[in-house]
């Protein structure tokens, strides 16, 4: 809401003042052009493991975040768009042949700004690639990220060791028979039960420093139930 104000002296020497109050609308992208599966890919570790690298190639839309446009080319791959405030992209803009979008807000990561743009404009399942690696506060962040988006949109994050995944309540979550699987509460005294896995947790609240890692499929799927958000990390078979 805009508001714009008019003053006026008339002849009688009376100040007269008109306030005038407007809306702006700020359409959201026409995306139709973007079909899924989307993947966004970050400037992080490139991915190496065949996993990633396999989620990458299946991709209908490829969004980056800012410099990831860089590495995904790299890759002999092409961002469809680019997201970001664009202040580490290494070539002129019309050389990526792709949308950009400015997102301009330096409070916030590339992460959690383009994954905005991508709720906004309805884009509510991702694979997330690239995000990790380098420096450990980037890595920090990106997961934290996971746990402000995962009631919103359906996220899975893809290093080059494992597969991570952000949950609450009662889900149930593909796995094979010997899959190393580690539990992590995002913060104190949530009650976790875990079924499907050799060891199984009824009701307990998971403490540091091991909370519930290294544990192990038994089969091609487990279930956790917990009363608050957990990050779930499903180890790659080597």
Not at 51 to 67: M, Q
Not at 154 to 166: A, G, P, Q
Not at 174 to 182: A, L, N, P, R, V
Request: aromatic share 10%.
């Amino acid at each position: 809401l805009k508001s714009k104000i008019y003053r006026n002296n008339n002849k009688n020497g009376i100040r007269t003042t008109f306030i005038l109050r407007f809306v702006i609308f700020i359409m959201p992208l026409d995306n139709s052009q973007y079909k899924g599966p989307f993947v966004l890919f970050g400037n992080g570790e490139p991915p190496t493991h065949t996993t990633p690298i396999k989620i990458l190639k299946s991709a209908v839309t490829i969004l980056c975040t800012d410099g990831g446009a860089d590495k995904l080319k790299s890759l002999g791959l092409q961002p469809d768009l680019i997201l970001g405030d664009m202040d580490s992209l290494s070539l002129a803009h019309e050389s990526y042949n792709c949308e950009i979008i400015k997102l301009m807000d330096q409070s916030k990561t590339d992460l959690e700004k383009s994954l905005e743009w991508c709720y906004e404009n309805g884009i509510g399942q991702l694979s997330l690639v690239g995000f990790s690696g380098g420096q450990d506060d980037h890595n920090m962040a990106a997961l934290w990220t996971l746990v402000s988006f995962f009631e919103k949109m359906e996220l899975t994050f893809y290093s080059n060791s494992s597969k991570i995944k952000c949950v609450k309540s009662d889900t149930r979550i593909d796995s094979f028979t010997g899959q190393t699987i580690s539990i992590i509460p995002t913060k104190e005294n949530i009650e976790t039960s875990i079924t499907g896995l050799k060891y199984s947790i009824n009701k307990s609240i998971l403490k540091p420093p091991s909370f519930g890692t290294r544990n192990s499929a038994k089969g091609n799927h487990f279930s956790i139930q917990s009363n608050g958000p957990v990050w779930v990390f499903l180890n790659y078979a080597e």
